[in-house]
């Protein structure tokens, strides 16, 4: 039992044994066996929910009781709090806990004083990159979900930190924690650790088929589920849960959809079918959560989201806030929510167990592939082990849907016979090693192109590549790359190569960019520095558009109202290039589009895409706002370049809304989005604006105004107001439309706010006297207190 465990800080056991753990689960004692709590290295790969963080924890709280630190490397920042929170409970047993998040470009000092020290791999890497200086100190790394070496945009981090913190500490016992894969082994391989791979699972899942009348299970069971003709089979698989009672209540769904509008779509339909089993007293409380999610946002999101919600359904994608992702989470893990349509997004890490999981789409739109493509093995049973509530369910279900006979055994054949694919690193592409050669340079972790190579050499790639020139011969390309950018200098004498990072090079690898990022960050800024000199001798400085765009649009004898754009060729461009100090040519004005335009063409922004119409819209944007962009505009007939162009535009144009005051709703209507990527794209933004800026002042000949010129547009996303709000709404509690209402009654500067008639405030408050108080204190007013100021009076203040 656990109570007997030794090796972990007393009481420990018996805190467990409070939680519900009589005993071990079969794969964690198999995991204590293999020595995980005297710091043995393990890889544990078993099913979704059988206890895999238990595992974690027993070698984390045994390595800290011999006084080791520990890190535990998290897939999603999402997940980054939620483990926090789960490892706080041993903070009672003198645990420390310390989640690290925010900027890439700080060292998280402070985290030298945790025990345990939560994070994703790209903020690990980070660390490393700005030399944290607790990191030779872990004596335990945690690397949960780590068949994720497997994506190909994220996996190469994970690997390359993982190598660089065995690097760093021979000793280190690594406990990697992996859904069930084809080739676990090779993982234990790479990692030197021993292998717990087990089938086991606390609750029986059962996974079939639904076609025609019945649901057709792996064990050779069937389910009675007669569809009748035109109703929806999702529909009838999500009533009969409900209708089977099991402890006194009908059983949830969860509804696996490929896309966002399909799992909004489908949480409407499906309303329809819980709303009418819920109770009065279900409802009422619904129709409380429903308020509690419409307040997180105003935006048709949200909005759609209460809705369903007070139908008892709804839905979860990436696009929605933290906020309402936990909001739903809670009141389905409490049974308030009968039934969630979900991306697969909900099936990595979160816990939230279903009683039935429907698998409704097996293929999703694939935009390389061209078309619609089978989901992976891996993914799809991810889903299918969220069926099951142990203790609350006899077994899970987990359903795929087939509409004829053939797809029945396809899926059986596919998914439900099938073990998923080995996990395959993606190291050896060029986007993945241009940053990490960078870095591993950058950070000392080798000096010349064989230390290098050796280095790469302790990576899974290395570890499962046939093809042992491959790794070097890109390796090779990246190095140019490096060189010719002036990121890295090489020296060829003798018979070795040696390699050092130059000072921007250093600057690049801490602030956490793609090399080409900040080749292009720079290569725009230039243009603006470039052009300011030429403008210098030019008449005032004075701005003229080129193509006469601002000119009145009638005077030519155009149409009225309707003005044509042209653009010069390229020939003409690189002669006006050419001939800088020429008068005819312009300095670029910096603007903020122009600026939100340079970040958003880099490839660590994932830009929004075009959709049918838009390349018409953007392409008239381009022509309009032609000379805000920093660096020369592709030409149209450069087909896939213009195309990204564009796309990079229309993220741009979602910043400026951002930016200009537009409402959120507007925002994410215009754009097709939702509230949490707004956000997403806002946070990207002000984080490349702002290693553009450190960029800026650390290259010579840009132009000192440039850096204020980022800063600002920096600080208009922080806030998401125009410049003359940036000093109200840096206010805390303010935010962009009090800021707007404030500024429209008087109130334009924080000093404005100290001097302020209190009535005028409380007006344009709404009234709101606590917000109005905390305000008035934050902006440094001595007596922020409200007493005595009458509202109604206030309200006739701020109207006039
Ligand atoms: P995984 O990480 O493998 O998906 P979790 O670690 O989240 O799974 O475990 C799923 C659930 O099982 C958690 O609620 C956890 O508290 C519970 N659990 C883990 N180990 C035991 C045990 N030995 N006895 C009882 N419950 C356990």
Not at 334 to 363: E, F, H, Q, Y
């Amino acid at each position: 039992e656990p109570s007997s465990l030794s090796g972990l800080p007393a009481g420990v056991g018996e805190a467990l044994e409070a939680e519900g753990v009589a005993e071990l689960y079969p794969p964690q004692e198999a995991a204590v066996d293999a020595g995980v709590v005297d710091g043995e290295s393990l890889v544990a790969a078993v099913p979704t929910a059988s206890g895999k963080t238990l595992i974690a924890e027993l070698a984390m709280l045994s390595s800290i009781e011999r006084g080791g630190k520990a890190l535990y490397i998290v897939p999603l920042r999402a997940l980054a709090s939620e483990k926090k929170a789960e490892f706080e409970r041993w903070e009672e047993f003198g645990v420390t806990v310390g989640v690290s998040t925010g900027n890439y470009d700080s060292d998280g000092e402070w985290l030298a004083s945790r025990d345990i020290i939560v994070a994703t791999s790209e903020k690990v890497d980070s660390l490393i990159r700005n030399g944290a200086p607790w990191i030779d100190d872990l004596t335990c790394v945690v690397s949960d979900e780590v068949h994720l070496v497997d994506d190909s945009h994220r996996g190469p981090t994970l690997e390359v930190t993982l190598a660089k913190l065995r690097k760093v500490n021979p000793g280190l016992q690594t406990v990697a924690l992996s859904a069930t894969v084809g080739n676990a082994d090779v993982i234990a391989n790479w990692l030197d650790a021993e292998l717990v791979e087990s089938d086991w699972r606390p609750i029986e899942l059962r996974t079939g088929v639904h076609f025609g009348n019945a649901i057709n299970f792996d064990d050779g069971s069937q389910r009675e589920v007669p569809v009748e003709r035109g109703e929806d089979q999702t529909a009838r698989l999500v009533a009969d849960a409900l209708d089977t009672e099991e402890d006194g209540q009908g059983g949830s769904s969860l509804v696996f959809v490929n896309s966002r509008r399909n799992a909004e779509s489908s949480a409407r339909k499906l309303g329809e079918v819980t709303a009418p089993r819920l109770t009065g007293d279900e409802r009422d409380r619904l129709r409380e959560l429903a308020e509690e999610i419409r307040g997180v946002s105003d935006t048709d999101t949200s909005e759609d989201l209460a809705d369903a919600v007070e139908q008892g359904s709804a839905f979860h994608h990436a696009g929605l806030a933290s906020e309402h992702r936990s909001l739903i989470e809670d009141a389905f893990r409490d049974r308030l929510i009968k039934c969630v349509s979900a991306t697969p997004t909900l099936a990595a890490g979160v816990n939230t167990p279903a009683r039935r999981v429907i698998v409704r789409d097996w293929r999703r739109y694939d935009g390389e592939f061209g078309g619609m493509k089978p989901l992976d093995v891996l993914e799809v049973h991810q889903m299918c082990g969220r069926a099951g509530r142990p203790g609350l369910d006899p077994y899970g279900e987990a359903v795929l849907l087939a509409n004829d006979a053939d797809t029945r055994e396809e899926l059986f054949d596919r998914y439900v016979w099938a073990e998923a694919e080995p996990v395959r690193s993606k190291l050896a592409a060029e986007p993945a090693l241009r940053t990490h050669v960078l870095a591993t340079v950058a950070s000392g972790f080798a000096a010349t192109r064989e230390g290098l190579l050796s280095f790469l050499d302790n990576t899974l790639y290395a570890t499962q590549t046939d093809d042992e020139g491959r790794l070097a011969a890109v390796t090779d390309t990246v190095l140019d790359y490096l060189e010719v950018n002036g990121f890295v200098d090489r020296d060829r004498e003798g018979g070795s190569e040696s390699l050092a990072a130059t000072g921007i090079g250093h600057t690049v690898s801490r602030l956490y960019l793609d090399p080409m990022s900040a080749a292009e960050i720079l290569d725009g800024l230039r243009t603006v520095a470039d052009g300011a000199d030429a403008g210098a001798d030019a008449a005032d400085g004075a701005f003229v558009p080129a193509d006469g765009a601002d000119a009145d649009p009638g005077a030519d004898g155009d149409e009225p109202g309707f003005t044509t754009y042209t653009r010069a060729d390229d020939e003409e461009r690189d002669a006006g290039a050419e001939s800088n100090e020429a008068t005819q040519s312009e300095p670029p004005a910096v603007t903020p589009l122009g600026l939100y335009h340079l970040v958003s063409r880099t490839p660590d922004t994932y830009e929004l895409y075009l959709k049918s119409g838009d390349r018409e819209e953007y392409t008239e944007v381009c022509y309009e706002r032609e000379t805000e962009f920093l660096g020369d505009v592709p030409s149209e007939y450069e087909d896939v370049r213009f195309e990204d162009w564009l796309a990079a535009l229309k993220t741009a144009r979602l910043l400026e809304d951002w930016a200009n005051e537009v409402d959120e709703d507007r925002i994410a209507e215009r754009y097709g989005v939702g509230p949490g990527d707004i956000r997403g794209k806002v946070d990207t933004a002000e984080w490349l604006l702002r290693a553009a800026e450190t960029l800026a002042r650390d290259v010579e000949g840009i132009d000192g105004d440039v850096v204020v010129q980022v800063r600002e547009a920096r600080k208009r996303l922080e806030y998401g107001v125009r410049e003359e709000l940036l000093d109200l709404a840096g206010v805390r509690n303010v935010g962009r439309k009090r800021a707007r209402r404030l500024y429209e009654a008087g109130i334009e500067s924080r000093a404005d706010l100290r001097e302020a008639d209190k009535a005028v405030v409380l007006g344009a408050l709404r009234g709101r006297e606590r917000t109005a108080e905390r305000i008035l204190e934050n902006a440094g007013r001595e007596d922020p207190s409200l007493d005595g100021v009458d509202p109604d009076r206030s309200a006739s203040a701020a109207a006039t």
